[in-house]
């Protein structure tokens, strides 16, 4: 199986930055598209970001897009998510995940779930 684990989560002041990361380990790292999900208190679970296997394809949620950027490094399988221009509709738990199927950025495609990692951001 594909163990994942998530770091970098801690608190930012509104409009910094965070960059949380995420290690892959125990299967072939690049055969996997890579996606990060949040959950907020009280919310469901919702997509934020994806990368496909190779690392050509990115898609965002609306809420994020320009100013969250998914990437990858498959030699050393690690895949991060950078979060600029932090709002406080932004903290959650963050989650990393994988899945060897199909494209796309659907929750229940992904079956590697990292353990999440706490981003809060004050005002």
């Known amino acids: 199986q594909v163990q994942l684990v998530e770091s970098g989560g801690r608190l930012v002041q509104a409009g910094g930055s965070l960059r949380l990361s995420c290690a892959a380990s125990g299967r072939i790292f690049s055969n996997y598209h890579m996606g990060w999900f949040r959950q907020a208190p009280g919310k469901e679970r919702e997509f934020v970001a994806a990368i496909s296997s190779g690392g050509n394809v990115r898609n965002y949620a609306d809420s994020v897009k320009g100013r969250f950027t998914i990437s990858r490094d498959n030699a050393n399988n690690m895949v991060y998510l950078q979060m600029d221009s932090l709002t406080p509709e932004d903290p959650a738990v963050y989650y990393c995940?994988?899945?060897?199927?199909?494209?796309?950025?659907?929750?229940?495609?992904?079956?590697?779930w990292g353990q999440g990692a706490q981003a809060t951001v004050s005002s």
């Open positions: 995940a994988g899945q060897s199927g199909i494209w796309t950025t659907k929750e229940n495609a992904y079956n590697y």
